[in-house]
């Protein structure tokens, strides 16, 4: 029996896998994957008892089956079996009893699903439960009494009461054996439904008198090995004659009920008469063989046959029932007959909805056909009561599919955009086909996730601001800002200055720009004068992988500030010359003497300028223009008139505050150069005169100090060196030889020298004009100085004269010429 089980789940799982690629490929049209495998077990096994690799039947990794987060979906109340994801095999989970499981349905079995995630699959496993001979045939009473009247006929029939075996097949109750007499005998019968019974068959005649009690054993046999069986005791009292049986007048009873009748409902009336008159003519009605559950359905009324219905009846549960009706007259002769009840199907139950797996959030990005959640609708009707329609709203992007049997699929229908519609609610509705139709609705609320397909948009195509020149640096100019429709890390903005070249530096040496507020500060101060404006590209990109950007244009327009003074082009002003312009004694009113020229860096009204003439030597002799700067006479000259003319000029700009710059217009009123010369002279150089006066005197005092230490050096120098000389020469003991150096003499011990130095000095009343002229002598050295040197000029001679003896004074001579 075991090899046979195990041979029958064999060759399940080889037709499995037979059938398996062809499944696989129908759920290719889908986007869900789908297949059924089925196995055979006998009942009655121990919990972690093997059923099946399941991993190997559906040619699945086992990896994937973790991956996939694997998991049984049953509608039974008791999850018989397990899935062992680590090892991909079915084990028993809970004790199976088919008989508890099934009862006489053949063959007994149960199914349900293994779903599978990402992606998402759905596969059907059907477990068929194979009988053990675990139950024995059993008898409703102990015992049976039969009271049979003396004159039955041979042949006359009793009808015996069935025994009852919960395993079915070969393992049911296969036969029934009546303890050896020579009165009775035993003949078995079969119903449609596959039910056996058993009748007495009398043999021969009965004798009261003889034998007014009969005790027989009724056995009941089933087919298992080793066989069981069940026993019941046969008590038999023999009556007086009754010599006609009770006869049905039809053999088969049908009625039909409806699923939902009340209790007391009429379901028929069965009859039988009795030929025999008086008491043994009278006819009582009973059920035979009915099952317990079936008293509490069904009550027939013993003395006229009505049979109405007392409990409720579930076409889902049993669609039809089959009684046997035994009637009784009381001489004992019994008749039977059946009554055959159909339940007429009533669309009682609306579609039950169970959502097995429901993916949310899904990204936006997602393709067209994805698969959002797996639909499980059962309704308990059947026929077309039972055939239901799956339908959501047609105005969301979403359609249902059918996968299995009761099974559907939710899957997208267009793209999604989370920036209009952020999440969906979506009402599944089931309709059966009945009249009226039943139906049921769920909602699912699906999220959509953000996918990062929008670049950051700025407000504007380009930006203009405006900064004044001489700003501090750091200050903040402007900020820019964009906005992105995506959401959170995708929709965080950051903001960064492109790479571009301003006057050969980076424009980020000039700005910086704040990576989150968007702020632009200045990093430098700006000068009006240098750089106008800055063009600048900011590039705002989101938070997103890979990230989006988009740039924009910002110009930054320096303004000027009034941080120039005037600057004048003419007439030149140096230091050391002198301009000067003419004009004669004979010039008439207005007469155009120059013009000053002056120019502003600034720009606008900060580079607007007048001019006003602020000293003069002789006010009502000159007037400015205000706009031009020209310089013209405002009377005639006269004789009177001073030669030299110093006009101070003052430029202003307009500027707030307004800056101004100062020229020296030296005007020679005069008819001929010469005049102008003797004139100006002096007037040049009065000033200058003096500043060198100071000083060259604070260099000289300065020279003769230097000079005056370094002599006193050398001269102690020298002293302590001859000292040394004199003590060395006084030990040696050496005579001593006077020298003379050429061209000295010796006169008394003094050195005088031998020519005569002649000089002349001429001096002016200008320290640059002083000469100097030496006389020649046959070796004298003369320094000349250039005329036109501004220095003032020094000579410096000194001469020595060394005496022979050690103790001679040295006499040193120094000549100064300023």
């Not at 339908?391 to 059918?402: G, N, W």
């Not at 004044?468 to 200050?475: A, Q």
Request: with cysteine.
């Amino acid at each position: 029996m075991a090899f046979e089980k195990s041979h029958s789940c064999i060759k399940w799982r080889l037709c499995c896998r037979s059938v398996l690629p062809f499944l696989l490929f129908l759920s290719r049209l889908s986007h869900i994957v789908s297949g059924q495998i089925r196995y055979t077990i006998p009942e009655e096994l121990k919990k972690g008892s093997l059923i099946g690799n399941v991993a190997q039947d559906l040619g699945l990794d086992v990896q994937r089956l973790r991956s996939g987060r694997a998991r049984i979906v049953t509608r039974q109340s008791i999850q018989y079996t397990e899935l062992k994801t680590d090892k991909g095999i079915l084990v028993v989970n809970e004790r199976i009893d088919r008989e508890q499981l099934c009862g006489d349905v053949t063959p007994c079995s149960f199914s349900f699903e293994v779903i599978l995630e990402n992606p998402m699959e759905l596969h059907r496993v059907t477990v068929e439960i194979t009988d053990i001979n675990d139950n024995s045939p059993t008898f409703t009473k102990d015992e049976i009494k039969f009271e049979i009247s003396e004159s039955a006929t041979l042949g006359s029939r009793f009808l015996l009461p069935s025994a009852e075996d919960a395993d079915v097949e070969s393992n049911g109750l296969q036969k029934y054996i009546l303890t050896t007499n020579d009165i009775f005998g035993l003949k078995q019968h079969s119903s449609p439904d596959g039910r056996k019974y058993a009748e007495m068959i009398l043999q021969k005649a009965l004798d009261r008198e003889s034998e007014p009690r009969i005790s027989l054993k009724l056995i009941a046999v089933d087919g298992g090995t080793p066989h069981r069986s069940g026993t019941v005791n046969i008590d038999i009292t023999v009556l007086d004659a009754n010599d006609n049986p009770p006869i049905f007048n039809q053999s088969l009873y049908r009625a039909a009920l409806l699923e939902n009748s009340l209790k007391g409902t009429y379901i028929t009336t069965v009859n039988a008469s009795d030929a025999d008159s008086g008491s043994h003519g009278l006819v009582t009605y009973r059920f035979s063989n009915m099952k317990e559950r079936l008293a509490d359905t069904f009550l027939l009324d013993e003395i006229t046959g009505t049979i109405t219905l007392v409990g409720q009846v579930d076409y889902e549960k049993d669609k039809k029932y089959e009684i046997v009706i035994e009637a009784m007259d009381q001489g004992g002769l019994t008749d039977s007959s059946k009554v055959q009840i159909e339940i007429v199907d009533v669309n009682d139950n609306a579609p039950v909805i169970n959502v097995m797996s429901f993916s949310s959030p899904v990204p936006e990005d997602s393709a067209s056909g994805t698969t959002v959640a797996i639909i499980n609708v059962i309704d308990a009707d059947s026929e077309q009561n039972g055939q239901i329609t799956c339908t959501t709203d047609s105005s969301l992007p979403f359609k249902i599919k059918s996968t299995l049997t009761n099974y559907y699929a939710l899957v997208t229908d267009s793209a999604f955009d989370r920036e209009v519609v952020p999440e969906y609610n979506i009402t599944v509705k089931a309709s059966d086909s009945g009249s009226p139709s039943l139906s049921s609705t769920a909602v699912l609320r699906l999220r959509i996730s953000d996918v990062n397909d929008n670049a950051p948009l700025f407000d504007k195509i380009s930006y203009v601001a405006r900064i004044t020149e001489n700003n501090s640096p750091g200050m903040s100019i402007f900020s820019v800002k964009a906005r992105d429709a995506d959401w959170n890390q995708n929709a965080r903005i950051s903001y960064f200055l492109e790479d571009t070249q301003i006057n050969g530096s980076p424009i980020s040496s000039y700005v910086s720009i704040n990576t989150e507020t968007g702020a632009i500060s200045a990093l430098r101060s700006f000068d009006y004068e240098q750089i106008k404006q800055l063009q600048l590209v900011v590039k705002a990109q989101d938070g997103g992988s890979p990230p989006l950007s988009s740039n924009m244009t910002v110009k930054i327009m320096i303004q000027d500030q009034n941080d120039n003074p005037p600057q004048v082009l003419y007439p030149v002003q140096t230091g050391g010359s002198l301009v000067a312009e003419m004009v004669p004694r004979s010039a008439d009113v207005g007469y155009l003497v120059t013009k000053v020229v002056a120019v502003d860096v600034d720009s606008g009204q900060n580079a607007w300028l007048s001019y006003k003439l602020q000293k003069a030597t002789d006010r009502a002799l000159f007037e400015v223009g205000l706009q031009n700067g020209e310089i013209r006479t405002i009377r005639q000259v006269t004789d009177k008139d001073a030669v030299k003319q110093r006009l101070t000029v003052i430029v202003e700009d307009n500027g707030q505050p307004s800056r101004s710059a100062t020229v020296i217009v030296n005007v020679a009123v005069a008819d001929s150069f010469p005049e102008v010369l003797s004139e100006f002279t002096d007037f040049t150089h009065d000033k200058e005169y003096n500043d060198n006066l100071t000083f060259y005197l604070v260099l000289a005092l300065a020279v003769v100090s230097f000079l005056f230490i370094t002599c006193l050096v050398v001269i102690i120098s020298v002293k302590i060196y001859r000292w040394r000389q004199s003590r060395i020469l006084y030990h040696s003991n050496l005579p001593v030889i006077p020298y003379y150096p050429p061209r000295y003499s010796d006169t008394l011990g003094t050195g005088t020298l031998q020519h005569v130095y002649n000089y002349e000095v001429c001096r002016t009343t200008d320290s640059r004009k002083s000469d100097c002229k030496f006389g020649r002598a046959g070796s004298q050295n003369v320094l000349i100085m250039d005329p036109s040197s501004t220095g003032t000029m020094q000579r410096i001679q000194s001469e020595k004269s060394i005496l022979d003896e050690p103790d001679s004074p040295l006499e040193v001579g120094f000549a100064f010429f300023l």
